[in-house]
Every structure is written in C-alpha cells, then in structure tokens.
C-alpha cells in the first residue's frame, strides 16, 4: 500500500485525506494545530464543488445541511444590479450554491476514518521533495516520516510551496490584494435571500443558513495591517485609495461605520452579530501561480498552490477539487515511475484552471471596489443591460466555474 503525508489539515487537507484513502492509499495528515477546527463564519459550495464532495461521498450530506443560495447582486441602496434566480441556476448547472457554516462541512470531510489519520500540534516541515527512487521526507514532532507522496495544503503562505520554488529563484509569493475581509455569523436575523451588495465602501454579502441566522462577509480596501477605528458619525466619507484608519481593534465598530447605513436587512444583521465574534483578514493572493503545482513526489494543494482573492467564493470549491482531481492522477497507488506522470497530469489539469480563476476573482473584486459614483453608475447599467439583452454572455463565463466535472476512470 503507498503512502501519503498531508502537510495541513484544513479543507483541503482533510478532502486529499478523504480522497486518497478511498483509492487506498495509507494516509497520515499532519495538522500545526492543537485541534482541526473549522475556524471562520461560512461559506458557499458551487455546482461544481458539489459534484467534486459527490465523488467523496459527501455532495448529499452537505446539500442536506446548508442553505439554497443565489448570487445576486444589488447597490448599496438595495437596487437590484443583477437579480439572480436560484432555480436558473439549477436547472443551468444542476445544482444552486449552497451555503452552510465552515465548521460543518470541516466535521464532514474530516469525520469517520479520516478523524484518525489526522495528528495535531504537529509543525510539518519538507525536508526532501524526494525523487525516482528515493521517497519524500518531512520532519514533525522531532522525528522524520518517509512518503511516497507529499500532499502540501499548508496555506498561502506555504513554506513547502517557498521550499520547492523558492523567491530567491525568481518565484514571486503571495502578495496583499490590497482587501480586507469580515465575517460573522448573526444567529438572530435570517435573510430571505443570498446576495451580495456594492457601494463606496466596499462590499457586503448576506447569506441564510439552512439552521436559522445569516453568514455576513463583507470587503474593502485597506492597507495590510491597518488597524479598523471605532464608530465617529453615521455617514463617513470613503477613505482615498491606499489611505489607512487611525488605530483601534473595534472591527464590529468598524463595519458598523462602512455599512451601518446601507440597505435593509444590513443593519439589523450587524446589530444581532456578536461583537466579539468578528473575524478580520487581510487578503493575499498567488497572482503569480508557481511554475507547477508538483515537484518531485509533492503536490500542492489549494491556498498553497493558487491562493485567489474572495469574489468568486472559490477557494474552498478549488481546494476540494483539486483533492479529487489529485487522487484520480495517482490512482491506488502508481509505480515510481508512473507518479511523476500523474503529478505531471494533475499540473496539466489543475494550474490552467486555478490560475485563470486566481485572475478573474482579483478583476471581480477591482470591479465591486470601485469608489467614483460614475464609474459605479456605469457599471451598474451595463451589467443591467447585459442581463437584459443578452444574458448569455453573463452564464457563459459561469460555465467556465461552474460546469468543471470531476475527472472519471
């Protein structure tokens, strides 16, 4: 039986877990965490995740367990942009988004056989990619473990990912996007519908949960690092491009003051979330991919590989697809010579896709961020006319997303 380390054990860890171990692979995953938590608010499996969590077992149980979701979008006033219909979208892709709590879907990937493969407080470090007819070496817990496949899911600042292609060559990392992101969960409120929100100040996305209370993201540009300021007046001026906020650690103050007056359900939302609950991360992002996501007897994995911005709300449906798409190219367990084609192939299928959604969500975001009311007046009424007169040209990219099918035997 060949074995695999899973360096991370987060969504995409806990799906190569899953993946590789129904091809019958001996699996161990190697999680820095003293617990596999599914840290965060929630987020949204597409058409195309769900029929990657299908191969897994898992598409029913998470359909189950999350919200119908749609992807409309309004004006900060609450004026329809682009209304979109949850059963177009069904009927166009076979499924809508659903949308459940991060922490239920990490229980699902990461429960039944996959819970004892996972080992926590265990820092992972790469220590030989490995080669023809040598296996690759990690290091944790201060011994060395041997594996004739090394799946690296650590993250966007991946030290695998700086290890194989280091800067210092000429690979460039992971770079701040120039966005900051909120989330939380408000338990009391839940919306009647998904759908996201573009005003001067950024962002903001509302999303029911299949439960009761609505998941609320929210986006804006912000110097990395920048610390949020509490509430001054009901209706500040957006801050210029680049231009930081006067220290303080209020984010609830702080999205209360971007959005407190923007359209209804928005504020009553914030106001039932949990100050102390709101999550806060600077955005960085691989617009620059690697020059392969393998290399030796290493594979990178989702953040790792191709860390993209928020805007299309697919970095956990890629993270899941490549986890299937990485377990089919190996297969159960390949020859020494046959792995180094099937990382070659799963390269071949994974990069061209995730660099092109890694380029298209930073332009979706650029787009949502606009700041001069006519440069928002009119993209706001040329999406309106796209959707009216020819709103093919809308879902044609979406197939693009959302039609990705899970590689068959």
Known sequence: MRTAVII??????LAAARALTRRGWRVRVLERAEAVEGLGAGLAMAPNALRAL??????DAVRSRGAVGSAGIRTWRGRWILPTDAEALRRRFGDTIVVLPRAELV??????????????????????????VRPARVR????????????AADGVRSRTRARLFPPAAGHPGPIYSGSTTWRVIAPGVTVKEA??????????????????????????????????????????????????????????????RRFGHWHDPIPEVLADADPGAVLRNDVWHLPDPPPAYHSGR???????????????????????????????????GPADTD????????????????????RRSAAVGRMSSLRHPMARALRDTGIRLLDRVAPSLFYGPLEDVFGWRPPAD
């Open 8 to 13: 991370g054990g987060g969504i995409g860890g």
């Open 54 to 59: 299908d191969t897994l077992g898992l598409g």
């Open 107 to 132: 229980d699902l990937l990461g429960g039944g056989p996959v819970a004892e493969l996972v080992h926590t407080s265990a820092e992972a470090e790469l220590i030989d990619p490995g080669g023809p």
């Open 140 to 151: 944790a817990d201060g011994r060395e473990r041997t594996a004739d496949l090394v799946v």
């Open 195 to 256: 759908g996201e929100s573009w005003g001067p100040e950024g962002l903001v996305g509302l999303m029911p949960l299949a439960a009761g209370g609505t998941y609320f993201y929210a986006m804006a540009r912000l110097l990395a690092g920048t610390p949020s300021r509490p509430v001054t007046h009901h209706r500040p001026a957006a801050p210029r491009e680049g231009q930081g906020l006067p220290p303080s650690t209020d984010e609830h103050a702080e999205l209360v």
């Open 298 to 332: 290493v594979a990178l994995l989702g953040d790792a590989a191709h860390a993209m911005t928020p805007n299309l709300g697919q970095g956990a449906c890629m993270a899941v697809e490549d986890a299937v798409t990485l377990a089919h190219a190996v297969g159960a």
């Open 339 to 358: 792995l180094r084609e099937a990382l070659a192939a799963y390269t071949a299928a994974r990069l061209p896709r995730a660099a092109g959604l890694v």
